[in-house]
């Protein structure tokens, strides 16, 4: 398929995630049952462009003053693809499966109206109603910063320290642009990619297979460092979910202590017994039974409760979930974060700690969260998280930005998703 056919598709898909509000991951999967014709390098440039337009689509559909599909299609190529309107021209031009050529009032607004004269909550590509919540995180900047939760997001990976070195997998992968994080120890970037490329499928690499690495966002590497698990430790992470935290906490406690992984969604927590298998991972206990659990209360060094929240920082990821997340889901995450908390916090012993994190940027579900725990439960107090930041990456301290109590991670400060970071402390 050439450009033009590969546009089209694109605005179908993105009509059918707009009219059927399905996630896009679940609309390209069905495009591509129904086109078997298309190649892999097809696939991957459609669902470039169909992520991109839902990144930045209130910026395109501000420069073509329409929502439509097509337009934001268009706009996606315009803004992220480096293409001009001439570039789009010649490539409709040359392909008898292209949408219509653009018409005279596309060129015409597309001249009108540029994103400098846009709404900040244009250029920050973000729905109205989380601006008072972004405002609120990230004060004068937020514009900036949600602009670059709209950017395409690396693939990071977390090499496994029990199975293989940094130098080793990056040896394995030498083709695929790869290096070394800027900031976590065992971290592992292949940059953004860019047009029609795809990220190569890491998880096809023998070293995968070996447990030598995971796929793992590197502000989830970091927030799983602050925790601060080590050998000796009694651990719990309270939300293991598929065990992305959980491999990395088992990795610094060097197979040592005792690890307990729970979830309580049974069919989330399913994948971690291959994972914690590959990666060889002995430490570890996963349950999905909170009754399992009755024996550890008060006695854990650490609990780790990497919440379940609206996943504001993962938009770069995950656009379409920006465009259908709601008030009320945000509400009712809320008050599961609050029963979280209270339910997880009775493992923790005296004189032991609790991290919290979430994967979101909204002030409410992360230092208002915490702050709220901390006004119902006198027997605990806050950690200076920045402290803990500083110890561990002293080269990097500018980096994350402190809240009160906390420290919030985002691809404008530290090229990571948005990602949440607190640590309280039982009295003794
Ligand atoms: C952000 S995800 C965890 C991601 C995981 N820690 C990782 O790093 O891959 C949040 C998890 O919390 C779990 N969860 C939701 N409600 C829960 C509850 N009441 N108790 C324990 N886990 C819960 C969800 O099933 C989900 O897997």
């Not at 406690?253 to 002995?282: K, S, T, V, W």
């Not at 430490?283 to 024996?295: C, H, K, M, S, Y």
């Not at 301290?397 to 991670?409: E, I, N, Y």
Request: proline share 6%; glycine share 8%.
């Amino acid at each position: 398929m050439r450009l033009g056919g590969r546009l089209a598709a694109a605005i179908e898909i993105i009509e059918d995630i707009h009219t059927r509000h399905r996630p896009a991951a679940d609309a390209l999967k069905d495009w591509g049952l129904s086109h078997r014709f298309a190649g892999a390098g097809d696939r991957g440039a459609i669902g470039n462009i169909v992520y991109d337009a839902l990144r930045r689509r209130r910026s395109a559909a501000w420069l073509f003053q329409s929502e439509a599909s097509r337009a934001l299609a268009l706009g996606a190529l315009l803004l992220e693809w480096g293409l001009d309107l001439a570039d789009i021209d010649a490539a409709l031009a040359k392909d008898g499966f292209s949408p219509p050529a653009l018409s005279d009032e596309e060129r015409r607004a597309v001249a009108e109206n540029t994103l400098e004269q846009a709404p900040d909550p244009v250029r920050a590509d973000c729905p109205d109603w989380c601006v008072p919540l972004i405002e609120d995180a990230f004060g004068a900047d937020w514009v900036e910063e949600t602009a670059a939760l709209a950017s395409r997001p690396p693939l990071d990976l977390r090499v496994n320290p029990l199975r293989a070195s940094r130098e080793r997998v990056l040896q394995e992968i030498e083709r695929s642009g790869a290096g070394p994080t800027r900031i976590a120890p065992n971290g592992i970037r292949i940059p953004p990619i860019l047009g029609s490329g795809r990220h190569p499928n890491v998880q096809a690499e023998p070293g995968f297979r070996k447990g030598w690495f995971e796929v793992q966002d590197e502000g989830s590497q970091l927030t799983a460092e602050l925790a601060g698990a080590t050998t000796a430790m009694q651990v719990l992470d309270y939300c293991a979910g598929a065990g992305g935290k959980t491999l990395s906490l088992s990795a610094a406690m060097e197979n040592g202590g005792q690890l307990f992984a729970y979830d309580a969604e049974r069919a989330r927590l399913a994948p971690i017994f291959e994972r914690l298998r590959r990666a060889e991972c002995r430490n570890v206990q996963a349950t999905a039974r909170a009754g399992d659990l009755e024996p550890l209360a008060g006695r854990m060094d650490l609990v780790v409760v990497d919440a379940p929240c609206s996943g504001s920082g993962t938009w770069r990821r995950r656009p379409d979930a920006k465009w259908r997340l709601t008030g009320r889901q945000v509400e009712v995450r809320l008050s599961e974060q609050a029963a979280i908390l209270q339910r997880a916090s009775r493992f923790v012993k005296p004189g032991g700690r609790l991290a919290y994190i979430t994967c979101s940027v909204f002030p409410e579900e992360n230092q208002g969260q915490v702050r709220n725990f901390l006004e119902m439960n006198a027997d605990f107090a806050a950690v200076n998280a920045a402290a803990l930041w500083r110890d561990r990456f002293a080269e990097h301290v500018a980096r994350s930005r402190a809240t009160d109590p906390g420290l919030l991670l985002s691809p404008r400060l530290t090229g990571t998703d948005g990602f949440f970071f607190a640590m309280v402390q039982k009295a003794v």
